[in-house]
């Protein structure tokens, strides 16, 4: 089983729509949660930091369910330019290991 | 202000041969990690340094290994190529140890071994 899953998609929307992404994590360790964005062959970029308490970056909405081992990543009125795989990121305390589950693709289509 | 750099961009071997990677982290930064991108796949951890100390290492053979420098930069080292270490490698840097800081990542160097 691997140690962080997501569902690869792709996820065709159309602009405007509301997405979600759920994402699950195995090791109960893990202290830190990400959403990270990665456009077609460049680097991954931090979108948002993922806290318990929920947590909202304009149109991104984040949540973690600490007892269910969840993470999800809402988007609302998506734009064109949210196009890009969406990567879901834990880390455990301890060093600076980010372990990185596969990955969801968005297309958003005019 | 510069981000973290990688060279080269692109890179081709053959199978056996060995490569050099090399990473600048942001200024500041005294903490350098390595992952390998696989097509379709998220980044893998493959090492972490800190103070040119190995403070982490993935499951990744001994043909991998790496260094820093005095100045924080860093080397990653494959020998033996094989075809299936084709892949992205990312470089992140960040400013400490084992802290909640954001790591940020380098442009990657794109490895294809034929």
């Known amino acids: 089983r691997k140690e962080v899953e997501q569902d690869p998609g792709p996820f065709n929307v159309p602009e405007g729509a509301t997405v979600a992404f759920n994402c699950t994590y195995s090791n109960s360790a893990s202290q830190s949660f990400f959403w990270y964005r990665q456009d077609c062959r460049k680097e991954p970029k931090l979108l948002m930091s993922?806290?318990?308490s929920g947590n909202e970056d304009g149109r991104f909405t984040a949540q973690l369910n600490r007892a269910s081992q969840y993470i999800s990543l809402l988007i609302r009125d998506s734009k064109l330019s949210d196009s890009a795989t969406y990567l879901c990121?834990?880390?455990?305390?301890?060093?600076?290991?980010?372990?990185f589950g596969t990955g969801t693709r968005l297309l958003v289509s005019p | 202000d510069a981000g973290v750099t990688q060279s080269p961009t692109h890179l081709i071997k053959t199978r056996g041969q060995h490569v050099t990677l090399r990473c600048s982290p942001i200024s500041g930064h005294k903490s350098v990690s390595w992952y390998q991108q696989v097509l379709g796949q998220g980044p893998q951890f493959i090492f972490q340094?800190?103070?040119?100390?190995?403070?982490g290492r993935g499951n990744f053979p001994d043909r991998f290994s790496a260094r820093q420098f005095p100045n924080y930069s860093s080397e990653l080292n494959v020998n033996a190529l094989l075809l299936g270490d084709s892949a992205l490698y990312l470089c992140?840097?960040?400013?400490?140890?084992?802290?909640?800081?954001?790591?940020?990542f380098g442009p990657g160097t794109r490895l294809t071994v034929l």
């Open positions: 340094y800190y103070e040119k100390e190995e403070r």
């Open positions: 990121v834990v880390k455990s305390v301890g060093f600076q290991k980010l372990v």
């Open positions: 992140a840097s960040s400013s400490s140890r084992t802290g909640t800081d954001t790591q940020y």
């Open positions: 993922v806290y318990s």
